[in-house]
């Protein structure tokens, strides 16, 4: 089997991996869903900040345009990670914490948000989905995937939570 290949989606906040992904609705094509997720601010861009000062933690409200394809599953995984028997993760050196919050912060991009475009969907394949224009993202959460197959998302902040 080949492995699935995952680019995190560029992003300035990161899925929390404590909470759930269960609020999700769906109307007309679009799918929404409430999720939680760390969302660095303002301060993030100042020289030797504080972690904890330059995040917020915030509800999020994520949208996915003409939707093809929702997947909502509780895999039983042993850790909080994703399989790497299935999935060819980026290479991200999650020991060295200092280097994971400075290169969020420099890019505004978090290095591994938990939501990643599949770049070789094998969903799209069983479904013969040949559009160039859907693209497949998978959604990492707590102990829950969410796979969906849009043309596109997009996102607001819904709440802040802190």
């Known amino acids: 089997m080949e492995k699935l290949i995952l680019e995190p989606v560029k ?6 991996a404590s909470d759930e992904i269960e609020i999700f609705r769906s ?13 660095i ?4 861009k100042k020289p030797n900040i504080d972690v904890y000062d330059a995040i917020n933690i915030v509800q999020i409200c994520l949208r996915f345009r003409c939707v093809q394809y929702f997947e909502f599953s509780k ?8 399989d790497p028997q299935k999935y060819k993760l980026p290479k991200i050196d999650f020991g060295d914490r ?5 290169t969020w912060f420099s890019e505004q991009a978090c290095p591994c948000p938990n ?7 094998d969903v799209k394949g069983r479904l013969n989905i040949a559009d ?9 959460g707590h102990d829950e995937l969410v796979n969906v197959i849009a043309e596109s998302f997009s996102w607001n902040v819904v709440e802040y939570l802190q």
């Open 132 to 140: 160039d224009a859907m693209s497949h993202w998978l959604l990492a």
């Open 41 to 44: 601010n303002d301060h993030s």
């Open 115 to 121: 939501m990643f475009h599949v770049r070789n969907s």
């Open 98 to 102: 200092d280097r994971f919050f400075r």
């Open 75 to 82: 895999p039983r995984m042993k850790q909080f990670e994703l």
């Open 11 to 16: 992003v300035p906040w990161k899925l929390s």
């Open 27 to 39: 109307d007309s094509g679009a799918v929404e869903l409430l999720l939680i997720a760390d969302l």
